[in-house]
Protein backbone atom coordinates (compact mmCIF):
# COMPACT_ATOMS: atom_id res chain seq x y z
CA UNK A 1 0.00 0.00 0.00
CA UNK A 2 1.41 3.53 -0.69
CA UNK A 3 -0.08 4.95 1.97
CA UNK A 4 -1.57 7.77 3.18
CA UNK A 5 -1.35 9.92 0.15
CA UNK A 6 -1.99 13.63 0.54
CA UNK A 7 -1.60 16.60 -1.80
CA UNK A 8 -0.53 19.45 -3.01
CA UNK A 9 2.61 18.55 -0.59
CA UNK A 10 3.22 22.61 -0.64
CA UNK A 11 0.83 25.14 -1.09
CA UNK A 12 1.25 29.10 -1.40
CA UNK A 13 -1.35 31.56 -1.84
CA UNK A 14 -2.16 34.87 -1.05
CA UNK A 15 -4.66 35.97 1.80
CA UNK A 16 -8.24 35.48 1.06
CA UNK A 17 -7.97 32.84 -1.24
CA UNK A 18 -9.77 29.53 -1.10
CA UNK A 19 -7.81 26.41 -0.47
CA UNK A 20 -8.73 22.76 -0.56
CA UNK A 21 -6.49 20.13 1.07
CA UNK A 22 -6.91 16.07 -0.10
CA UNK A 23 -6.38 13.22 1.71
CA UNK A 24 -6.61 9.47 0.21
CA UNK A 25 -6.38 7.11 3.34
CA UNK A 26 -4.64 3.72 3.51
CA UNK A 27 -7.37 1.43 2.01
CA UNK A 28 -9.90 -0.25 4.40
CA UNK A 29 -8.98 2.39 7.31
CA UNK A 30 -12.44 3.99 8.41
CA UNK A 31 -10.74 6.78 10.21
CA UNK A 32 -9.56 9.82 9.02
CA UNK A 33 -8.00 12.50 11.38
CA UNK A 34 -6.53 16.21 10.10
CA UNK A 35 -3.82 17.70 12.35
CA UNK A 36 -2.48 21.20 12.01
CA UNK A 37 1.38 21.52 13.09
CA UNK A 38 2.59 25.15 13.93
CA UNK A 39 5.65 26.76 15.92
CA UNK A 40 3.42 28.12 17.89
CA UNK A 41 1.12 25.18 18.92
CA UNK A 42 2.90 22.02 17.97
CA UNK A 43 0.46 19.32 16.51
CA UNK A 44 -3.44 19.96 17.25
CA UNK A 45 -6.83 17.57 16.10
CA UNK A 46 -8.36 19.47 14.13
CA UNK A 47 -11.49 16.89 13.10
CA UNK A 48 -11.73 13.15 12.61
CA UNK A 49 -14.20 11.11 11.03
CA UNK A 50 -15.30 7.52 11.37
CA UNK A 51 -17.04 5.64 8.31
CA UNK A 52 -17.13 8.99 6.39
CA UNK A 53 -18.95 10.80 8.85
CA UNK A 54 -17.16 13.57 11.01
CA UNK A 55 -17.34 12.67 14.87
CA UNK A 56 -15.06 15.33 16.43
CA UNK A 57 -14.84 18.82 14.86
CA UNK A 58 -13.95 20.63 18.29
CA UNK A 59 -10.67 21.80 16.85
CA UNK A 60 -11.86 23.46 13.61
CA UNK A 61 -10.55 26.78 14.49
CA UNK A 62 -12.88 28.86 13.05
CA UNK A 63 -15.92 28.87 10.35
CA UNK A 64 -13.64 29.85 7.49
CA UNK A 65 -12.23 25.86 7.89
CA UNK A 66 -14.67 22.96 6.68
CA UNK A 67 -13.58 19.21 6.22
CA UNK A 68 -15.79 16.64 4.11
CA UNK A 69 -15.37 12.96 3.14
CA UNK A 70 -17.54 12.48 0.83
CA UNK A 71 -16.70 8.44 0.32
CA UNK A 72 -14.40 6.20 1.91
CA UNK A 73 -11.17 7.06 0.14
CA UNK A 74 -11.16 10.92 -0.06
CA UNK A 75 -10.88 13.54 2.52
CA UNK A 76 -10.84 17.39 1.86
CA UNK A 77 -9.59 20.47 4.47
CA UNK A 78 -11.15 23.28 2.69
CA UNK A 79 -10.18 27.20 4.25
CA UNK A 80 -12.54 30.20 2.92
CA UNK A 81 -11.14 32.73 2.68
CA UNK A 82 -7.73 31.98 3.86
CA UNK A 83 -5.39 34.61 6.63
CA UNK A 84 -1.56 34.28 7.09
CA UNK A 85 -1.95 32.95 10.26
CA UNK A 86 -3.41 29.41 9.03
CA UNK A 87 -0.10 29.04 7.57
CA UNK A 88 1.04 25.57 8.93
CA UNK A 89 1.58 22.02 8.42
CA UNK A 90 -1.31 20.05 7.39
CA UNK A 91 -1.24 16.19 8.42
CA UNK A 92 -3.84 13.76 7.86
CA UNK A 93 -3.89 10.24 9.26
CA UNK A 94 -5.81 7.07 9.00
CA UNK A 95 -6.37 3.99 11.17
CA UNK A 96 -8.02 0.50 10.92
CA UNK A 97 -11.51 0.50 13.13
CA UNK A 98 -10.37 -2.53 14.82
CA UNK A 99 -7.23 -1.63 15.80
CA UNK A 100 -6.55 1.01 18.37
CA UNK A 101 -2.48 0.66 18.17
CA UNK A 102 -1.76 2.99 15.26
CA UNK A 103 -2.34 6.01 13.39
CA UNK A 104 -0.49 5.95 10.26
CA UNK A 105 -0.01 9.80 8.89
CA UNK A 106 0.42 11.24 5.42
CA UNK A 107 3.37 13.14 4.49
CA UNK A 108 1.95 16.53 5.26
CA UNK A 109 0.98 19.86 3.21
CA UNK A 110 2.92 22.95 3.89
CA UNK A 111 0.25 25.87 3.63
CA UNK A 112 1.83 29.16 2.97
CA UNK A 113 -0.72 31.95 2.98
CA UNK A 114 0.98 35.10 2.05
CA UNK B 1 -5.82 12.51 28.17
CA UNK B 2 -3.66 12.94 31.50
CA UNK B 3 -0.67 15.09 31.26
CA UNK B 4 2.80 14.02 30.24
CA UNK B 5 5.93 15.88 31.12
CA UNK B 6 8.99 14.86 28.95
CA UNK B 7 12.65 16.82 29.06
CA UNK B 8 12.72 19.09 25.97
CA UNK B 9 15.65 17.87 24.59
CA UNK B 10 18.41 14.54 24.66
CA UNK B 11 21.63 13.67 23.01
CA UNK B 12 22.67 10.28 22.46
CA UNK B 13 25.49 8.65 21.23
CA UNK B 14 25.25 6.74 17.98
CA UNK B 15 25.16 2.86 18.78
CA UNK B 16 24.42 3.30 22.16
CA UNK B 17 21.11 2.87 23.92
CA UNK B 18 18.42 6.22 23.77
CA UNK B 19 16.23 6.13 27.20
CA UNK B 20 13.74 8.91 27.08
CA UNK B 21 11.77 9.09 30.28
CA UNK B 22 8.03 10.46 30.68
CA UNK B 23 6.19 11.55 33.72
CA UNK B 24 2.31 10.82 33.54
CA UNK B 25 1.82 11.32 37.72
CA UNK B 26 -1.87 11.93 36.74
CA UNK B 27 -2.54 9.17 34.68
CA UNK B 28 -6.18 6.65 35.14
CA UNK B 29 -6.43 3.17 35.03
CA UNK B 30 -7.63 2.85 31.70
CA UNK B 31 -5.08 4.95 29.59
CA UNK B 32 -2.82 3.88 27.51
CA UNK B 33 0.46 5.13 27.01
CA UNK B 34 1.87 5.71 23.25
CA UNK B 35 4.89 6.58 21.67
CA UNK B 36 5.31 8.72 18.73
CA UNK B 37 8.13 9.91 16.79
CA UNK B 38 8.26 12.47 14.30
CA UNK B 39 11.29 12.88 12.18
CA UNK B 40 12.27 16.32 9.98
CA UNK B 41 9.95 17.32 7.78
CA UNK B 42 7.95 13.78 8.29
CA UNK B 43 4.44 12.93 9.92
CA UNK B 44 4.25 11.38 13.35
CA UNK B 45 5.34 7.85 12.79
CA UNK B 46 3.79 5.16 15.73
CA UNK B 47 6.61 3.20 18.03
CA UNK B 48 4.58 1.47 20.75
CA UNK B 49 2.42 1.46 23.38
CA UNK B 50 1.69 -0.43 26.45
CA UNK B 51 -0.94 -0.20 29.81
CA UNK B 52 0.90 -1.85 32.48
CA UNK B 53 3.29 -4.61 31.14
CA UNK B 54 6.46 -4.10 29.55
CA UNK B 55 6.65 -4.14 25.82
CA UNK B 56 8.96 -4.46 23.24
CA UNK B 57 8.78 -4.54 19.15
CA UNK B 58 11.30 -4.19 16.35
CA UNK B 59 11.22 -0.65 17.25
CA UNK B 60 11.56 0.19 20.94
CA UNK B 61 11.11 -1.12 24.11
CA UNK B 62 8.88 0.65 26.53
CA UNK B 63 9.27 0.29 30.81
CA UNK B 64 6.26 1.50 32.96
CA UNK B 65 7.29 1.44 36.27
CA UNK B 66 4.67 -0.26 38.27
CA UNK B 67 2.88 2.66 39.97
CA UNK B 68 2.57 3.89 36.20
CA UNK B 69 3.16 7.11 36.93
CA UNK B 70 6.34 7.15 34.48
CA UNK B 71 7.41 5.24 31.64
CA UNK B 72 10.85 4.93 29.82
CA UNK B 73 10.96 4.32 25.91
CA UNK B 74 14.37 2.52 25.00
CA UNK B 75 15.97 2.50 21.51
CA UNK B 76 18.71 -0.13 22.37
CA UNK B 77 21.12 1.17 19.25
CA UNK B 78 20.44 4.64 18.56
CA UNK B 79 21.28 5.46 14.57
CA UNK B 80 21.51 8.67 13.33
CA UNK B 81 18.12 8.51 11.58
CA UNK B 82 16.47 8.08 15.18
CA UNK B 83 17.01 11.43 15.82
CA UNK B 84 13.55 13.51 15.79
CA UNK B 85 11.10 14.25 18.39
CA UNK B 86 9.86 11.82 20.36
CA UNK B 87 6.59 12.47 21.94
CA UNK B 88 4.80 10.49 25.00
CA UNK B 89 0.87 10.31 24.36
CA UNK B 90 -1.33 8.58 27.34
CA UNK B 91 -4.98 8.40 26.45
CA UNK B 92 -8.05 6.16 26.56
CA UNK B 93 -8.81 3.91 23.66
CA UNK B 94 -11.87 3.97 21.90
CA UNK B 95 -15.44 5.50 23.18
CA UNK B 96 -14.95 8.81 20.91
CA UNK B 97 -11.56 9.56 22.40
CA UNK B 98 -9.92 9.20 19.10
CA UNK B 99 -7.72 11.99 18.05
CA UNK B 100 -4.10 12.23 19.68
CA UNK B 101 -2.99 15.22 21.72
CA UNK B 102 0.50 16.05 21.26
CA UNK B 103 3.04 17.53 23.99
CA UNK B 104 5.93 19.32 22.93
CA UNK B 105 7.91 16.02 23.09
CA UNK B 106 11.88 15.39 23.78
CA UNK B 107 13.99 16.61 20.55
CA UNK B 108 16.42 13.18 20.62
CA UNK B 109 19.81 14.26 18.56
CA UNK B 110 21.79 11.23 17.84
CA UNK B 111 25.67 12.40 17.67
CA UNK B 112 28.50 10.37 15.54
Known amino acids: DAGVIQSPRHEVTEMGQEVTLRCKPISGHDYLFWYRQTMMRGLELLIY????????DSGMPEDRFSAKMPNASFSTLKIQPSEPRDSAVYFC????????????FGPGTRLTVL | DAKTTQPTSMDCAEGRAANLPCNHS???????VYWYRQIHSQGPQYIIH???NNETNEMASLIITEDRKSSTLILPHATLRDTAVYYC?????????????FGKGTHLIIQP
Open chain 1, 93 to 104: ATRDGLSYNEQF
Open chain 1, 49 to 56: FNNNVPID
Open chain 2, 50 to 52: GLK
Open chain 2, 89 to 101: IVRVTGGGADGLT
Open chain 2, 26 to 32: TISGNEY
